[in-house]
């Protein structure tokens, strides 16, 4: 089982910045990759950023640019550093594991092939 915890939301005025954080807990040795989402209210979930276990990244092209997803392999956390936000980027943000043996890399955008969701963090960004 895997745990996923996210921190580090909050309001901030568009331009701004926030990073965020998903805290990885459980049995990892067999996951493939891991990835953000968000939702905002009345969408569907998409995808915002991948990050393969060899260090490989990802980026819906409406955050290339500005967002940049990392991850601390040691303290096991994945972050989302988010750069000149825009009240477009109003959401809950979730961050998601894909763990194996099989690894689909191909479907990265896919919310369905990750089995494990942190909460979310809401994010607020105003003008």
């Known amino acids: 089982q895997v745990h996923l915890a996210e921190s580090g939301g909050g309001s901030v005025q568009a331009g701004g910045s926030l990073r965020l954080s998903c805290t990885v807990s459980g049995y990892t040795n067999s996951q493939c990759y891991m990835a953000w989402f968000r939702q905002a209210p009345g969408k569907d979930r998409e995808v915002v950023a991948f990050?393969?276990?060899?260090?490989?990244?990802k980026y819906a092209e409406y955050v290339k640019g500005r967002f940049a997803i990392s991850q601390d392999n040691a303290k096991k956390v994945l972050y989302l550093q988010m750069n000149s936000l825009s009240r477009e980027d109003t959401a809950m943000y979730y961050c998601?594991?894909?763990?194996?043996?099989?690894?689909?890399?191909?479907?990265?955008?896919?919310?369905?092939?990750?089995?494990?969701w942190g909460q979310g963090t809401q994010v607020t960004v105003s003008s």
């Open positions: 990050i393969g276990s060899g260090g490989t990244t």
């Open positions: 998601a594991a894909r763990s194996g043996p099989i690894c689909p890399y191909t479907s990265w955008t896919n919310q369905w092939v990750y089995g494990y």
